[in-house]
């Protein structure tokens, strides 16, 4: 405890004095007594509760001399010190991808930031807490709440989204929070690099809370599979993120029935891969694949992919390199190649994969081009990025290498960017361009090519049964046909558990567990897989630390509790008693 305005001490002066004016007043008063009748009882009375007597004859003074006492203390500026969360404004990012659930004795990374978060919301004391989650749209749950049993309320709420937390969106969008003042950011996550935060405001400190433990992961890097009237093939590509040797049972369901398929024993080097193909595999509507192995991390270890039955040829233009139609042939997709001239014969259920641009608008079947013989490439430089889009779902983009590209067409969605220029686009109509010759890049000695072109079919294929394969959480407008009876669909996991619904023409979002999932409207039904983004099955050893120009002074700092309201409260309270005491004794006395 200690005393803000010591120079109000001199007001001691005013209880002494009236204290010594107490000690110097009439001790006595004479009173005319006519009878002496209750004279002996009066005196019993004050010798058996003596102190009671005296109190209750100097009641008023002793409330007044403690009232002035408090008085006192109150222009003192009494307070308390206590412990608390540094900066003027707190601003919590929470991130809800799915490596937060990587866990060590049992405990995942998200449920250990959890109880550390309900720990901290109790030394904010008093101050404005603003709390916001990661993912592809950062959401803000709480903003300036002071409340702790509200902030505890909703900690406890919070849950694990699987979505990539997108950084770079949740850094823009935290700094259009900032108020000029102190500010403290929390960033609870698995791992981040000290480069990847802004430093440049000098009011702003962030505390990184990591996972230091060194976790293992093993995942299903990479799972496709594709039918045809000879049986079902499928490829995967298995990952060991760890510097040891790990063995393990892989195995295929039918998603049906949920029999086994195939089962096989594998062993992956230390920080490797391991490729595994499977032919004449039993037809399917969709395949899940598991990995049973001893890790750290069991959400990568499972994937589901839809087989769509497709009766549409795939036609290669004979310009193009052998290595594109060999990526087809590995995914066990039948294609045919065609001389240039003879694409305009093509039927219309025919998917064409060319660089004739004049194909685009010539065709009314779906066209992805690679490369462009209309344009001339100029060279780039920078790293790849993509945007959430089906055709990603089983392909890692990150460690390819582009040297050239072809300009852009307008108006076409840009789905993946080297750097700034736009490297892979898609029309309208759902034609997908691929703005570089395969000369010009070393995507085809990577094995996510072949699954980017199976996938990339597979969406510009005609189902009516399937949607496709989505991201945690992601959104797209879907205008599907539903029954006259149904104005909405719902949607349902694969054990028939209601998850949510959504007017037919308005926004559909994808739910946020990986799996298989169907919507239903009256007598239809539709199905479609919700598939881990490839950015998710990777876990690295993260640390905390804190960055800033507070960070010197480390996480708390002393707050100052002012007493002043309580000793004011007091001292109302005695000045009611001492009304009351001297109501009862008179005021005419």
Not at 215 to 244: H, M, P, Y
Not at 501 to 525: D, M, R, T, V
């Given at each position: 405890?200690?005393?803000g305005?010591?120079?109000?001490?001199?007001?001691?002066?005013?209880?002494?004095?009236?204290?010594?004016?107490?000690?110097?007043?009439?001790?006595?008063?004479?009173?005319t007594?006519?009878?002496?009748?209750?004279?002996?009882?009066?005196?019993?009375?004050?010798?058996?509760?003596?102190?009671?007597?005296?109190?209750?004859r100097?009641?008023?003074?002793?409330?007044?001399?403690?009232?002035?006492?408090?008085?006192m203390?109150?222009?003192?500026?009494?307070?308390?010190?206590?412990?608390?969360?540094?900066?003027?404004h707190?601003?919590?990012?929470?991130?809800?991808?799915?490596?937060?659930?990587?866990?060590a004795?049992?405990?995942?990374?998200?449920e250990?930031?959890?109880?550390?978060?309900?720990?901290?919301?109790?030394?904010?004391?008093?101050?404005?807490?603003t709390?916001?989650?990661?993912?592809?749209?950062?959401?803000?749950?709480?903003?300036?709440?002071?409340?702790?049993?509200?902030?505890?309320?909703?900690?406890?709420?919070?849950?694990?989204?699987?979505?990539?937390?997108?950084?770079?969106?949740?850094?823009d969008?935290?700094?259009?929070?900032?108020?000029?003042?102190?500010?403290?950011?929390?960033?609870?996550?698995?791992?981040?690099?000290?480069?990847?935060?802004?430093?440049?405001?000098d009011?702003?400190?962030?505390?990184?809370?990591?996972?230091?433990?060194?976790?293992?992961?093993?995942?299903?890097?990479?799972f496709?599979?594709?039918?045809?009237?000879?049986?079902?093939?499928?490829?995967?590509?298995?990952?060991?993120?760890?510097?040891?040797?790990?063995r393990?049972?892989?195995?295929?369901?039918?998603?049906?029935?949920?029999?086994?398929?195939?089962?096989?024993?594998?062993?992956?080097?230390?920080?490797?891969?391991?490729?595994?193909?499977?032919?004449?595999?039993?037809?399917?509507?969709?395949l899940i694949?598991?990995?049973?192995?001893?890790?750290?991390?069991?959400?990568?270890?499972?994937?589901?992919?839809?087989?769509?039955?497709?009766?549409?040829?795939?036609?290669?233009?004979?310009?193009l390199?052998?290595?594109?139609?060999?990526?087809?042939?590995?995914?066990?997709?039948?294609v045919s190649?065609?001389?240039?001239?003879?694409?305009?014969?093509?039927?219309?259920?025919?998917?064409?994969?060319?660089?004739?641009?004049?194909q685009?608008?010539?065709?009314?079947?779906?066209?992805?081009?690679?490369?462009?013989?209309?344009?001339?490439?100029?060279?780039?430089?920078?790293?790849?990025?993509?945007?959430?889009?089906?055709?990603?779902?089983?392909?890692?983009?990150?460690?390819?290498?582009?040297?050239?590209?072809?300009?852009?067409?307008?108006?076409?969605?840009?789905?993946?960017?080297?750097?700034?220029?736009?490297?892979?686009?898609?029309?309208?109509?759902?034609?997908l361009?691929?703005?570089?010759?395969?000369?010009?890049?070393?995507?085809?000695?990577?094995?996510?090519?072949?699954?980017?072109?199976?996938?990339?079919?597979?969406?510009?294929?005609v189902?009516?049964?399937?949607?496709?394969?989505?991201?945690?959480?992601?959104?797209?407008?879907?205008s599907?046909?539903a029954?006259?009876?149904?104005?909405?669909?719902?949607?349902?996991?694969?054990?028939?558990?209601?998850?949510?619904?959504f007017?037919?023409?308005?926004?559909?979002?994808?739910?946020?567990?990986?799996?298989?999932?169907?919507?239903?409207s009256?007598?239809?039904?539709?199905?479609?897989?919700?598939?881990?983004?490839?950015?998710?099955?990777?876990?690295?050893?993260?640390?905390?630390?804190?960055i800033?120009?507070?960070?010197?002074?480390?996480?708390?700092?002393?707050?100052?509790?002012?007493?002043?309201?309580?000793?004011?409260?007091?001292?109302?309270?005695?000045?009611?008693?001492?009304?009351?005491?001297?109501?009862?004794?008179?005021?005419?006395?």
């Amino acid at each position: 405890m200690g005393f803000g305005q010591l120079a109000f001490l001199w007001t001691a002066i005013i209880p002494i004095t009236v204290l010594l004016y107490y000690f110097f007043r009439k001790k006595y008063t004479e009173k005319t007594i006519s009878s002496t009748m209750f004279w002996e009882t009066v005196m019993k009375e004050t010798k058996v509760s003596p102190y009671l007597q005296y109190l209750q004859r100097n009641a008023l003074f002793y409330l007044q001399m403690l009232a002035l006492f408090l008085l006192m203390f109150a222009l003192l500026h009494p307070y308390l010190k206590s412990q608390a969360i540094a900066g003027e404004h707190i601003i919590w990012v929470v991130d809800t991808s799915a490596t937060m659930l990587a866990s060590a004795n049992g405990e995942s990374v998200f449920e250990r930031h959890k109880q550390e978060m309900m720990t901290l919301s109790e030394q904010l004391a008093g101050k404005p807490l603003t709390l916001m989650t990661t993912g592809e749209e950062p959401t803000i749950l709480l903003r300036d709440e002071t409340n702790v049993a509200f902030i505890k309320s909703t900690i406890d709420k919070l849950e694990v989204q699987y979505e990539q937390e997108n950084l770079p969106k949740m850094m823009d969008f935290t700094e259009s929070l900032l108020k000029g003042n102190e500010t403290a950011i929390y960033l609870f996550t698995d791992h981040v690099e000290r480069s990847e935060l802004p430093i440049e405001n000098d009011k702003v400190t962030w505390f990184v809370k990591g996972s230091p433990e060194n976790l293992e992961n093993v995942s299903i890097l990479r799972f496709g599979a594709t039918s045809s009237d000879k049986g079902t093939s499928a490829l995967a590509q298995l990952s060991n993120d760890t510097a040891i040797v790990k063995r393990g049972t892989f195995e295929i369901r039918s998603m049906v029935k949920g029999d086994v398929i195939v089962k096989e024993s594998v062993e992956i080097p230390p920080n490797d891969t391991l490729a595994l193909s499977f032919k004449d595999l039993a037809n399917s509507p969709g395949l899940i694949a598991s990995l049973n192995i001893d890790d750290d991390y069991v959400v990568d270890n499972e994937s589901t992919i839809l087989l769509q039955q497709q009766a549409s040829q795939t036609y290669v233009d004979g310009n193009l390199h052998q290595l594109v139609t060999a990526a087809f042939q590995a995914m066990d997709i039948p294609v045919s190649s065609v001389p240039t001239e003879q694409l305009a014969d093509l039927s219309e259920e025919a998917i064409v994969v060319t660089n004739q641009t004049s194909q685009l608008t010539a065709s009314k079947s779906p066209v992805m081009l690679i490369g462009r013989n209309d344009e001339k490439a100029k060279e780039v430089n920078g790293l790849i990025t993509t945007e959430r889009d089906d055709v990603f779902a089983y392909t890692d983009m990150s460690d390819i290498f582009v040297s050239s590209l072809y300009p852009p067409f307008q108006n076409y969605e840009t789905i993946a960017r080297v750097g700034d220029e736009p490297f892979i686009q898609r029309s309208e109509k759902g034609d997908l361009v691929i703005l570089a010759d395969i000369q010009m890049t070393d995507w085809p000695l990577h094995p996510s090519f072949p699954l980017f072109l199976w996938s990339s079919r597979e969406q510009m294929s005609v189902n009516s049964n399937d949607l496709g394969t989505f991201s945690p959480n992601e959104r797209k407008a879907l205008s599907l046909v539903a029954d006259e009876s149904a104005k909405e669909w719902e949607i349902f996991s694969n054990k028939d558990e209601y998850i949510s619904s959504f007017e037919n023409g308005g926004q559909f979002s994808a739910p946020s567990k990986p799996g298989l999932y169907f919507i239903k409207s009256g007598q239809s039904e539709k199905q479609f897989a919700v598939a881990l983004e490839q950015q998710e099955k990777h876990i690295e050893k993260g640390t905390s630390f804190a960055i800033g120009n507070a960070s010197q002074d480390g996480v708390q700092e002393t707050v100052k509790t002012s007493l002043v309201p309580w000793f004011l409260l007091l001292i109302v309270l005695l000045l009611i008693i001492e009304w009351e005491v001297q109501r009862r004794r008179g005021f005419t006395n």
